[in-house]
């Protein structure tokens, strides 16, 4: 008989182990997260719960979420960091028990809502949230950019970390940008300046601004290193990928070629975070978006990535930078009336570990 029960210090090593087993996607790809800490990234939040089911004493899977508000709204929701189960309890029900017991534990809390991302392939966990009333209410990018071949940056741009002086106005972009876009919470400079610091491995030494010829700052974005929280590694390759890597691996006797990181190796990529720009010069944000590849290319990483809403302007500056797009869905469920529009969606960088 599974039993649920709140998380405790003790579950963490054999929670990790469990992690290894459960890879998220299909036969033919599905990505593998390795962690040295499984509870640290809970910790970037205000609220967090862990509920693991458990069978005569040994663990079977476990649920996590946190509760966040819509102050504006005077409203909360919750969003549902991971469910795992372990290989030998599946198809037994015992998602689907975590599952429910969060939604009582969201409600009890005050959440209106609850959503969760799923990783494309992983159908799976498409169809056990969907069994559950779950609508898949929007698909995000994670564009990846391959970072291996130094870029010149146009001298039209000065780009230099922030600093304290001008965090307000970098602040003041960051919110125009992301005004209309879901679950945004607009920033003081000093809500940014305690996020840069609360983030683990962030800092305001990460977060760039570029000033254009006229003083004016119209971009900006930070480089996080949530590797430092989560590697992620494909435990199944997709077929196009290992092709192009025996092809590559050819090529990179003769050329600088982009590197394909092999089955089970760690991708070792930063994370653009915070990223805003004045839509009438992509430029400043394609020089940025250089600057940060160069940065990934010194720090000895092969990659940069983010997570955009489709109808994020950063995605149209990105792709000139030719990145690998891969889709995360978001399955949500109202407990109250009609869901709200998920359109266009704001990705919490903190939400990203996966
Ligand atoms: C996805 C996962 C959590 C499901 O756990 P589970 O305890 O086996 O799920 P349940 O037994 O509660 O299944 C409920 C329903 O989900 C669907 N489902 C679960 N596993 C499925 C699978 N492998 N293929 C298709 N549908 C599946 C089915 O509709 C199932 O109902 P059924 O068994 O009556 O057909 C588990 O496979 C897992 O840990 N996967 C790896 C980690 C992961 O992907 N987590 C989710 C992303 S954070």
Redesign the pocket.
């Known amino acids: 008989m599974i039993s649920i029960r709140p998380f405790n210090e003790s579950d963490k090593q054999k929670m990790l182990g469990i992690e290894r087993l459960?890879?998220?996607?299909g036969q033919k790809c599905a990505l593998g997260v390795d962690k040295k800490d499984i509870i640290a990234r809970y910790k970037m939040y205000d609220n967090w719960k862990v509920l693991v089911a458990e069978e005569k004493g040994k663990i079977a899977?476990w649920i996590g979420f946190t509760v966040k508000p819509i102050p504006e709204r005077n409203k909360k929701y919750a969003y549902?960091?991971?469910?795992?189960?372990?290989p030998d309890?599946?198809?037994?029900?015992?998602?689907?028990?975590l599952l429910k017991e969060l939604e009582e534990k969201a409600l009890e809390m005050g959440s209106s809502y609850v959503y969760?991302y799923?990783?494309e392939p992983?159908?799976?966990?498409k169809?056990?949230f969907?069994?559950l009333g779950y609508s898949r209410v929007r698909d995000i990018s994670t564009p990846v950019i391959a970072t291996y071949k130094k870029s010149d940056i146009s001298p039209e741009y000065s780009i230099v970390p922030v600093d304290k002086e001008n965090t307000g106005s970098a602040v003041d972009l960051i919110n125009e940008y992301n005004s209309g876009f879901m679950h945004f919470m607009p920033f003081t400079a000093q809500t940014f300046e305690a996020r840069l610091k609360a983030v683990p491995w962030y800092g305001s030494e990460n977060f760039w601004i570029v000033r254009d010829r006229d003083n004016k700052i119209v971009a900006c974005a930070g480089l996080w290193d949530s590797s430092r929280l989560a590697n992620m590694y494909y435990a199944r390759e997709p077929a196009a990928m290992k092709l192009t890597r025996s092809v590559s691996g050819v090529l990179s006797h003769i050329i600088k070629v982009p590197k394909i990181t092999a089955e089970g190796e760690r991708l070792k990529f930063l994370y653009i975070a915070d990223h805003a720009f004045d839509k009438r010069q992509p430029e400043a944000m394609l020089s940025l978006l250089k600057h940060l590849s160069n940065l990934s290319i010194d720090m000895k990483r092969d990659y940069l990535m983010t997570a955009t809403d489709p109808e994020d302007a950063l995605l149209s500056v990105m792709k000139k930078l030719k990145p690998q797009i891969e889709i995360w869905s978001i399955f949500a469920k109202s407990f109250e009336g009609d869901l709200p529009i998920f359109r266009p969606f704001y990705n919490d960088i903190k939400d990203m570990i996966?």
């Open positions: 459960c890879p998220q996607g899977g549902v960091t991971e469910v795992m189960v372990h309890f599946r198809r037994t029900g015992v998602a689907t028990k969760s799923i990783y992983n159908s799976a966990s169809s056990l969907g069994k996966p």
